[in-house]
């Protein structure tokens, strides 16, 4: 696993995966974080629970007792992104602050 990719989980992100995670009838391994192609501007961000470690993970990174895996794909489209979480009246979930992202769309779940 490759570890000069970087990606940061702010403190309520990582709260909110573990919250998320305990809520599974059973636990995780930890989170994987990855970007398939779709959405209206190119690529979509993807959060899914990780049962299991993938050969080609690219990424295994621990944040506080936070598994983060991620595939060598999106590990280059990811480089520099911080993932943050937000509970407001008009929004909750997971935002992810991408320096790579060109342009975005409204909802804010893809990029190109």
Do not use: W
Request: with cysteine; glycine share 8%.
């Amino acid at each position: 696993m490759n570890s000069t990719t970087t990606i940061q989980f702010t403190p309520r992100a990582v709260i909110a995966a573990l919250a998320a995670m305990r809520e599974e009838s059973r636990v995780p391994l930890g989170l994987r974080v990855g970007v398939v192609g779709g959405g209206c501007s190119g690529y979509s961000y993807a959060l899914d629970f990780a049962e299991e470690v993938d050969l080609d993970d690219d990424l295994h990174l621990r944040f506080a007792s936070l598994s983060v895996y991620i595939d060598p794909h999106s590990a280059a489209l990811l480089s520099g992104t911080e993932i943050d979480y937000i509970d407001t009246l008009q929004r909750k979930g997971f935002v992810f602050n991408n320096p790579n992202a060109t342009t975005t769309c409204g909802c804010g779940s893809s990029f190109s």
